[in-house]
């Protein structure tokens, strides 16, 4: 099928809701795993710990080590003392952030929110792109500090479950804050089992996307091509760069952890598939007749319907492919989306 024919309605498939994950499992690393080698369309069922067998000397496994902020803030409109809502998408500048406000309407410009008996102030500014808001924030001392007080993990709408430990929306090798949404596929690694990776042979390495509207924003074009993705900051390290380039000169794979990490590649990386240094905003959408340039394989958790995370798997496997596997992990009950189980597509 061409690009230009691509339908929403062909990234559909029919998901139960109680095998949506509600909780994440005690033991990051039990979760399933599910292999699907896209050579062949052939499927095998593993637990996530199995991975070490589907890893090879040389291969460069990529990791994304954002970090989400407690980015969910609840308050009132300071006119009405109506309730309002604001999750943090991205900082532009000094205390001037880009968010979602609900509800978006009473939320004009001009209007003043309150948070935490006045401890956090904010005034909308401006309605940008996409209906978010630009929203400036009044308080004393750290901002981080104060946030951290006030605001809730950003947990996806599909999750009704409250969050025992905030530590489970975060990957072990989290670093860099700036997510407003955990890179899920990566909450499956524990550090022994990274340290048992390392002995094995395998390069690791470690790049950053900030989670923002981008990955978790619903299509709802009709045609695939008219989906505009939001804009997210990523940055690759020269060591980093580094170790991606040797390794797949040397003939090892690339396996990225995530699909934020697979579009951060795609993003750095020149038609030869070389990655380089730097960093920026990227927007970039991939979907099914991408040619991929830097990415040979890829661990990923299993997406939501008719979402451009769907498409960017299938852009990797083949669409027919990736349904196939998703309605045998459906027959098998994997668990999906950002607490659930795991696949690995090489």
């Known amino acids: 099928?061409?690009?230009?024919?691509?339908?929403?309605?062909?990234?559909?498939?029919?998901?139960?809701?109680?095998?949506?994950?509600?909780?994440?499992?005690?033991?990051?690393?039990?979760?399933?795993?599910?292999?699907?080698?896209?050579?062949?369309?052939?499927?095998?069922?593993?637990?996530?710990?199995?991975?070490?067998?589907?890893?090879?000397?040389g291969d460069c496994l990529v990791l994304n080590d954002t970090k989400v902020i407690p980015a969910r803030l609840l308050g009132q409109r300071e006119e009405?003392?109506?309730?309002?809502?604001?999750?943090?998408?991205?900082?532009?500048?000094?205390?001037?952030?880009?968010?979602?406000?609900?509800?978006?309407?009473?939320?004009?410009?001009?209007?003043?929110?309150?948070?935490?008996?006045?401890?956090?102030?904010?005034?909308?500014?401006?309605?940008?792109?996409?209906?978010?808001?630009?929203?400036?924030?009044?308080?004393?001392?750290?901002?981080?500090e104060v946030l951290d007080a006030l605001g809730e993990m950003p947990l996806p709408p599909y999750i009704t479950h409250r969050l025992a430990d905030p530590s489970r929306y975060q990957t072990v090798y989290a670093k860099h804050e700036g997510s407003a949404a955990a890179p899920t596929a990566g909450l499956h690694f524990t550090r022994e089992l990274l340290e048992e990776i390392g002995t094995k042979?395998?390069?690791?390495?470690?790049?950053?996307?900030?989670?923002?509207?981008?990955?978790?924003?619903?299509?709802?074009?009709?045609?695939?091509?008219?989906?505009?993705?939001?804009?997210?900051?990523?940055?690759?390290?020269?060591?980093?760069?580094?170790k991606i380039n040797r390794a797949r000169a040397a003939g090892g794979r690339i396996i990225c952890v995530g699909t934020t990490s697979c579009r951060t590649l795609e993003s750095a990386a020149d038609q030869e598939g070389i990655v380089h240094a730097g960093g920026g905003s990227t927007e970039i959408f991939i979907y099914p007749g991408y040619r991929f340039r830097a990415v040979d394989a890829l661990v990923t958790n299993f997406h939501l319907p008719e979402s451009t995370l769907l498409m960017l798997v299938s852009a990797l496997a083949g669409r027919e492919k990736v349904l196939a596997a998703y309605e045998e992990a459906v027959r098998e009950r994997y668990r999906f989306f950002s607490f659930g189980d795991a696949m690995f597509i090489f």
Do not use: N
Not at 11 to 38: G, K, M, N, T, Y
């Open 1 to 57: 099928m061409a690009a230009e024919e691509l339908r929403t309605s062909d990234f559909f498939f029919d998901l139960p809701q109680e095998l949506i994950a509600q909780d994440p499992l005690e033991d990051r690393s039990s979760s399933r795993l599910l292999v699907l080698d896209r050579s062949r369309g052939e499927v095998s069922h593993h637990g996530f710990r199995d991975i070490l067998q589907f890893l090879q000397p």
């Open 201 to 242: 042979g395998v390069e690791t390495a470690c790049v950053t996307l900030h989670v923002g509207l981008g990955t978790f924003r619903p299509v709802k074009e009709e045609r695939v091509l008219d989906h505009h993705m939001h804009q997210e900051f990523y940055q690759v390290s020269e060591e980093a760069a580094e």
């Open 80 to 144: 009405t003392g109506g309730h309002v809502e604001v999750l943090l998408l991205k900082r532009q500048e000094g205390d001037v952030w880009e968010t979602l406000v609900k509800p978006g309407k009473k939320c004009r410009p001009g209007a003043r929110l309150v948070f935490g008996d006045g401890r956090l102030r904010a005034q909308v500014l401006e309605t940008v792109q996409e209906g978010c808001r630009l929203v400036k924030f009044e308080y004393q001392g750290i901002f981080e």
